[in-house]
């Protein structure tokens, strides 16, 4: 293989490079959604995937995620890229279908780089139940990969942000700080476990999970990915109208994640999350170290969850006898916006 660092040809990389909330939720405002009674989500609210509904059995779920490297080794972002895509349809509590990927790419990369991509890609696509098909490729100095997805789910059956109800507990299905890790690397001061866990935690594709989520019936479900914990609780918040609670110390942790956050590093989605959902969120003493981990975005994360309390026993033993990792990490009550405390 070529020796090309892929993220030196980056401006930023992942999620990080998502376009921030705010700016979306402005640029979006005035965007009037085509009337279409079978649409059954699209952009008011928007969601994790749009639902289209074909019949009174059958929906698409269809989806779309690309973005620049996070990493240089091509096989792992080919990889990433996908997991990142197809986890929006378990998101949704879909199944994916088929793919079409999504690239942009210096001619200058060698063949053999590409091909890595494509078919750690190809690879991961056929884990998660589906088929990749074909694409679309552009020339472009600055590498761009992902994948538009399309999958199915019951009209009755998808999960959306909106449903949380006060009485809730609030579960998180993958530990935080894949930007904090991946960015104090590109710094220099690589974790090699904490890379390690965020190379398995960005590769794991959020079926399983969503499969032994099913039968609890949550009551609202997103995936946490660009717009950082905090970011997703808030948009999960808002769309329920409720107020999300969550416990600043059963925040589960990448290795090297908080020593990243402390010794200053932060991605450029940091501030675009900051500006996003900060004037939603209360977090009186808590320490700048956490708030960076609640704030970093994400790629590739974990299913964020509401469901009955009375329900969070079982549901944390269903989680364990599938060897998924799974934590409490808060509660819902009456009210606005989001607490860390």
């Known amino acids: 293989m070529a020796a090309v660092k892929l993220t030196d ?9 998502k376009y921030s909330a705010a700016r979306l939720e402005e640029l979006l405002r005035g965007f009037v959604p085509a009337e279409a009674e079978n649409l059954l989500v699209g952009l008011a609210p928007a969601d994790d995937a749009a639902v289209y509904r074909l019949d009174d059995e059958r929906a698409l779920v269809f989806t779309l995620d690309f973005f ?17 895509a197809l986890n929006d349809v378990f998101a949704m509590g879909g199944q994916p279908l088929l793919a079409l990927s999504i690239a942009a790419f210096p001619e200058s990369l060698p063949n053999e780089t590409l091909a890595a991509i494509f ?3 190809d690879e991961q696509v056929r884990a998660g139940g589906a088929i990749l098909a074909g694409g679309h490729t552009l020339r472009d100095e600055e590498p761009k990969y992902g994948l538009a997805v ?27 700080g ?62 329920s109208g409720v107020r999300v609670l969550l416990a600043a110390e059963t925040l589960p942790v990448l290795p090297g994640a908080l020593e990243a956050a402390a010794a200053g590093v932060r991605t450029g989605g940091d501030r675009r999350n900051r500006d996003f959902a900060a004037a939603h969120v209360q977090a009186d003493g808590v320490s700048e170290e956490l708030l960076a981990l609640a704030y970093d975005p994400q790629t590739a994360g974990g299913l964020l969850v509401t469901l009955p309390a009375e329900k969070a026993v079982v549901l944390e033993a269903a989680f364990a006898a599938e060897d998924l990792f799974l934590r409490r990490i808060g509660r819902v009550e009456a009210g606005f916006g989001v607490a860390l405390e």
Request: proline share 8%; aromatic share 6%; charged share 20%.
């Open 150 to 176: 399309v999958g199915t789910v019951h009209p009755d059956g998808f999960w959306s942000k909106a449903g949380a109800r006060p009485g809730d507990a609030v579960f998180l299905s993958k530990p935080l």
């Open 119 to 121: 078919a750690a890609a």
């Open 9 to 17: 040809l980056a401006k930023s990389g992942g999620c990080a490079a």
């Open 68 to 84: 620049p490297p996070l990493v240089d080794d091509p096989a792992l972002y080919g990889r990433i890229a996908a997991t990142n």
């Open 178 to 239: 894949t930007g904090l890790v991946l960015h104090a690397a590109r710094e220099g001061r690589p974790h090699e476990d904490g890379l390690a866990a965020a190379a398995r935690v960005m590769t794991e594709l959020n079926d399983r999970a969503a499969a032994t989520l099913r039968p609890f019936e949550p009551t609202a479900v997103t995936d946490v990915t660009g717009f950082g914990l905090l970011g997703h609780a808030h948009e999960l918040a808002e769309r």
